[in-house]
């Protein structure tokens, strides 16, 4: 077998020097009764490498890749043009086969990434102290609830209704073995995110409000007024960002007085993959706050010679150290794609990320001004970044959605589709658009929609 | 002790001349090939970018509603050939398993077949969104279905949840659907007994799921006292978590006996399945009682451990507790078709469901790899896996044993790890010492200081992927600095020498901690 380096008669040898007979006396102690005869039966034998390929290449090309069609989804996962060196950089075997940086002296490529990665999400954010990642944004959300409640010793999050609900399920269901109290909404169809209702709201027992920016809907507003009044009331902010992207054409979270700021850091350098692996990103504006931080953080140090050098710290606040007490039981970070978000934005640098966020949202206002102009299509924001809300005429968007597929255009997601059975949302449509959009990708969803909103109406 | 292999060739042990590393200082305090690298933002610009985008024209109209970031980040940039030599001269610094042999024990440091890389870039797999239309990802949730097929098949259980992002999440996966059953029944109890030798992430899981933990006692010959914990079983347990093979590397033999003393009081069994590889084709937990098991994709499946993760943690469930198991998975309809069951079909399929872990469906990019490192190997393939992982451990024990404390050498075959401990070392040196010493002989050290139930741990495991020539290589070094350690070879103490850093300062790092860069003040 092409993985096995030893031969049979290194196993004979091996075998002859432990003093056993056979492979089998190493597995004496396993029950009789959970002896086998044999290889594990239905299921299929050892195959060559060509063989598997062709066989994964066959369930490959039964999907639609998006870069196969003209493709308008997003929802909390975005598709960017990663360059050619992030992969080259992710693939090299010093990154890509190594370990979690326990042993420090050899493995300061890791731990030096990591420190760089953490500064620009720490900066992109707005924030003081940013972690080397979590599994993702959706876990990221609720892993700040959790640390929210642990500085405010409160019981009760309240969650923005324009927070994505894959989001507030996953905050809902770790809720229901904690004993949070959870204040969840549906998102309301309106052309500005209802603040007031959401400040309304907050009383004196929430540990944190919850808010999406840019929000479900694509909708952006300014959050002064929210973390004002959530600090009012001695409860922490924690807004959620869903397209880094975004942030470098709009203030930051931090700046507008986030107190934890968590995100799905897909966008930049890891892409679509069908939902995972992803990248949770995790920062505090204040300081004093790291100790409550969950997952892995990584520190500058010295070593014996007086060089800089780095290590993963504090970790008296994890598992392997606190066992039962410890801030999360999260054990890994998303090291790889730490690494992918890192070298992207390193390719960016600020001036690519401001050029970057403009020309996704020039594209995005091309789209939205001319998809508003289809007969039976209204746009709901007045305000957007690179995804915008879209309000049909006729059938049900979720319809639309899978006619659109049919014809080959992946146009969207329908708010039915997340919020299944809700009568007030099935009219609206998400387009996501981004720097990998073109003018015919714009023009062929238009006249797509066009013709199935008529067919509708008839 | 070099043995030749089957080429003949022989390991080169030719011991390093002393003092061969001090040669004369260098202007760049860099060492030939040994190169040091600035942080990027100490050689990046703002203005600098390493992508071609059109110039911001300033005066475009926008839909922004004033927020316009009017501040600059912060961020520095690179262009393409800098950072190309940035990362690689970082990547340089790493020890990796391409570049030799890691007997991280627990860690399950295989190779990573390139085939697996290859396919999860397949565009049909890389490039599509998770919410896209069901009907345009078919070949996907086959993939995913496959996969959870090969899974159950391979544990012998009925069901399983592929969504957990990573071992821990599997493991919270599994203890709530553990409260989720006991709530349905009324009572979701108040205690879950683990082991002391357990990994630290199980009493942290069952502690986040509201349980108090209480410690198993182990015999003295390190498997789990199966009487003490008979007589522990009462009303108020919720369940066991239990490691088999359990981290002193040995193979829990009375864990039916376990299972149904747990059963009959109306608890569950909980497997973390970290050291699934000692016995993936030839053993199935499902056979053995469990209830529920996380399976490390990235361990026993070859998926990269990229520095720390990402990770993939699939819980495969007994028929008891499938019921209660998290949104979405992937259905099969007859007609060959798959869909995703979420939260909509909630009521008419899953009724018990305790909810959802994480937006989406899982770990697709490591289900691909996954299932490709299953079909090459095929159940005869897994099956020598491991065989040739047990070898390949008890080899390693049984070279050691003669001069390192192995404190359950006596009480039988190990299973993919061996475990020593550091008794009778001289000096005052403690494992650390040799294992900073292994690193200047080019290995990377072994899991240290764990289990927790053994002085100065260190757990070996050798992996089925490493030659024969390989271990014995390996075996020789270990051997050597271990004598160091027990003579007390003061030496040791200042190891490593000729790695990029010496021994850093951990304890200044977490005092003052400095967790992002700053520009130097003016």
């Known amino acids: 077998m092409r993985y096995l380096p030893l031969t049979d008669t290194d196993r004979t040898d091996m075998l002859e020097r432990i003093g056993a007979a056979s492979v089998d006396d190493l597995f004496v102690d396993v029950p009789a009764l959970a002896q086998l005869d044999g290889p594990i039966r239905d299921l299929p034998m050892r195959a060559s490498e060509m063989a598997v390929e062709r066989h994964m290449q066959a369930r490959a090309t039964k999907n639609l890749a ?55 999400v720490a900066n992109l954010y707005g924030c003081a102290v940013a972690n080397a990642s979590l599994y993702d944004g959706s876990t990221a959300c609720w892993e700040a609830v959790a640390m929210a409640g642990r500085l405010t010793k409160r019981k009760r999050a309240v969650l923005s209704g324009a ?31 209802d603040l007031e209702g959401l400040t309304a709201r907050i009383d004196d027992d929430t540990a944190c409000v919850v808010v999406q920016y840019p929000d479900i809907l694509g909708r952006i507003t300014d959050l002064s007024a929210i973390a004002d009044a959530a600090h009012a009331k001695g409860a922490l902010l924690v807004v959620v960002n869903t397209e880094p992207v975004a942030l470098g054409a709009i203030k930051s979270p931090g700046q507008m007085g986030a107190d934890i700021v968590v995100g799905e850091g897909q966008s930049i350098g890891v892409g679509l993959q069908f939902g995972g ?66 070298v992207h934005m390193t390719l960016l640098g600020e001036k690519g990320l401001r050029e970057l966020a403009a020309e996704n949202h020039r594209l995005a206002c091309i789209a939205a001004d001319r998809l508003a102009n289809v ?31 049919d014809r080959g255009v992946l146009g969207g997601v329908s708010l039915g589709r997340l919020y299944p059975g809700i009568e007030a949302l099935e009219q609206a449509l998400l387009v996501a658009v981004t720097e990998t959009t073109t003018a015919e990708d714009i023009e062929t969803l238009a006249i797509e929609l066009e013709a199935l909103v008529k067919e509708a109406a008839q | 002790m070099s ?51 059109p110039e911001v024209d300033p005066a475009a109209p926008n839909r922004l509603a004033g927020l316009e970031r009017t501040e600059p980040a ?67 949730l086959e993939v995913i279905h496959e996969l959870g097929n090969w899974l159950c098949k391979l544990t012998g259980m009925p069901s399983v949840a592929m969504s957990p992002k990573a071992g821990a999440h599997g493991e919270l996966c599994g203890i709530l659907a553990i409260r989720a059953a006991h709530t349905a029944r009324g009572n979701p109890r108040e205690v879950v007994l683990v082991p002391e030798s357990a990994h630290g992430t199980n009493p942290a899981t069952a502690a986040f799921a509201g349980y108090k933990v209480e410690d198993i006692p182990a015999t003295p010959e390190g498997r789990v006292d199966v009487e003490a914990l008979k007589a522990r079983m009462g009303p108020d347990v919720a369940g066991v978590m239990i490691t088999n093979p359990n981290t002193c590397g040995l193979f829990e033999r009375d864990f039916r006996t376990i299972a149904d003393a747990v059963h009959e009081a109306g608890g569950y069994v909980y497997c973390d399945g970290a050291n699934f ?76 469901a305790f909810g959802r872990m994480t937006a989406f469906h899982g770990q697709m990019g490591m289900f691909t790899r996954a299932l490709t490192y299953m079909l090459s190997h095929g159940a005869d393939g897994l099956k020598q896996v491991s065989e040739d992982a047990v070898l390949n451990a008890n080899y390693i024990l049984r070279s050691l044993e003669d001069i390192l404390h192995a404190p359950f050498a006596d009480s039988g075959p190990c299973m993919h790890e061996a475990l020593f401990g550091d008794k009778d070392f001289g000096g005052g040196l403690s494992t650390i010492d040799l294992a900073k010493g292994l690193i200047d002989e080019g290995y990377h050290p072994m899991t240290v200081y764990f289990p927790l139930v053994v002085h100065g741990a260190m ?8 030659s024969k020539a390989s271990i014995d290589q390996f075996i020789t070094a270990f051997r050597s600095v271990a004598e160091r350690a027990l003579a007390g070879d003061e030496s040791l103490k200042q190891a490593p020498y000729y790695a990029p850093r010496r021994r850093l300062d951990e304890t200044a790092a977490a005092r003052k901690p400095k967790l992002k860069w700053e520009p130097a003040a003016e």
């Not at chain 1, 090299?92 to 493995?107: D, H, K, S, V």
């Not at chain 1, 924001?381 to 597929?405: H, Q, S, W, Y």
């Not at chain 2, 757990?459 to 490493?466: H, K, M, Y």
Request: hydrophobic letters at 35%.
């Open chain 1, 66 to 120: 998006a870069g196969d069609a003209p493709f308008f989804i997003g929802a909390g996962a975005y598709r960017h043009h990663i360059p050619a060196s992030v992969d080259t950089v992710i693939q090299r075997g010093e990154f890509l086969t190594a370990y979690t940086p326990y042993q420090p002296e050899i493995a300061q490529g890791t731990l030096q990434m990591l420190f760089e990665f953490q500064t620009q």
């Open chain 1, 163 to 193: 927070l994505h609900p894959h989001y507030s399920q996953v905050v809902k269901t770790m809720a229901q073995f904690t004993g949070d109290t959870i204040a969840d909404a549906q998102p309301s169809i309106q052309t500005e995110p």
């Open chain 1, 277 to 342: 692996p992803y990248l949770g990103l995790f920062a505090v504006r204040n300081p004093k706050h790291v100790r409550q931080m969950p997952g892995r953080l990584c520190g500058e140090t010295t070593d014996a010679e007086g060089k800089r050098g780095f290590v993963l710290t504090l970790s008296t606040r994890e598992q392997h150290i606190r066992r039962e007490k410890a801030t999360s039981n999260i054990c890994t970070n998303s090291g790889l794609c730490a690494l992918a978000f890192s």
């Open chain 1, 375 to 405: 007969p039976g299509v209204s746009l709901l924001n007045r305000a957007f970044f690179n995804e915008f809300t879209l309000m049909l005429d006729g059938k049900p968007a979720r319809d639309i959605v899978r006619e659109l597929a």
């Open chain 2, 3 to 53: 043995a030749p292999n089957k080429s003949g060739w022989k390991p080169q042990m030719e011991p390093a001349q002393e003092g061969m590393h001090n040669g004369p200082t260098t202007t760049t305090g860099n060492r030939a090939l040994m190169l040091e690298e600035p942080l990027l933002f100490e050689i990046g610009h703002a203005e600098t970018t390493g992508v071609d985008l």
């Open chain 2, 74 to 140: 912060g961020l520095v940039g690179l262009t393409e050939p800098e950072a190309i030599r940035h990362y690689t001269r970082l990547s340089r610094q790493n020890y990796g398993i391409d570049l030799g042999f890691f007997p991280l024990g627990s860690c399950t440091m295989k190779h990573n077949p390139r085939l697996n890389e290859k396919v999860a870039r397949m565009p049909g797999f890389a490039d599509i969104h998770p919410l896209a239309p069901q009907s345009t990802v078919q070949g996907a």
């Open chain 2, 277 to 352: 590889n000692a016995i993936v084709g030839r053993v199935r937990p499902g056979d053995l009682g469990v209830d529920a098991m996380h399976i490390n994709l990235h361990k026993t499946f070859s998926t990269p451990h990229g520095g720390g993760g990402p990770g993939s943690g699939p819980v495969v469930f007994s028929d008891a507790l499938a019921p209660f198991a998290p949104l979405p998975f992937v259905r099969r309809h007859e007609d060959g078709s798959f869909d995703l069951v979420e939260e909509e079909q909630r009521e008419t399929s899953r009724g018990q």
């Open chain 2, 459 to 466: 757990l070996v495991e050798p992996t089925e992927t490493e």
